[in-house]
């Protein structure tokens, strides 16, 4: 059973995506919240799936498969429901969709060099990048539920324009690095 805890919370933030897009449903401030409960939670099976899967040595290929899948199910589902519900709007739409665009265009440059046998570790950089956007993504969440004195939109479309801007240059770090290995 301990070796299936890690893929059970990687798992458990796939199910949780139904329900934050049905928080989107419930009006008012206890949807907010609700969203972004469920969406903390998430972030901390994300932080515990990994630190459990190395710390018990069980660290498996379903789970190196289906992280990565869910982290970018689960900010992909959030900031098009934040969109939809224009809880993001006007030009910061642009950084939510650079995030998306380049999400997409590494997980297809990680499994075509796969198929090469070349690794395409994080970096750093990408660690900060998904620090920002997760905890913008959080704000917007909140967003004007957010008592009066914590300006949430407004910390969350900074940080949503700063991990972009950081996406933006991971994306491209990613990218040369794969194309050296492009024939």
Request: with cysteine; hydrophobic share 55%.
């Amino acid at each position: 059973m301990k070796n299936q805890i890690p893929n059970l919370l990687t798992l458990s933030r796939i199910i949780v995506i139904p329900a934050l897009v049905a928080s989107f449903y419930i009006s008012g401030p206890v949807g907010n919240w609700i969203g972004f409960a469920l969406f903390a939670f998430a972030g901390v099976t994300d932080f515990f799936d990994g630190y459990l899967a190395r710390s018990m040595n069980v660290v498996s290929p379903l789970g190196r498969f289906l992280d990565p899948i869910a982290d970018k199910l689960l900010v992909a589902a959030a900031l098009m429901m934040m969109v939809a519900f224009e809880r993001i709007s006007g030009l910061a739409i642009l950084p939510a969709v650079i995030i998306m665009c380049r999400e997409i265009m590494v997980s297809g440059l990680r499994e075509h060099l796969a198929e090469l046998k070349v690794p395409l570790p994080v970096t750093v950089l990408a660690k900060w990048k998904t620090t920002a956007q997760i905890l913008a993504i959080g704000f917007l969440l909140v967003g004007d539920a957010s008592p009066d004195m914590i300006p949430s939109i407004l910390i969350g479309d900074i940080l949503l324009w700063i991990a972009g801007l950081v996406t933006v240059q991971t994306g491209y770090i990613y990218l040369r690095t794969g194309l050296k290995h492009l024939d």
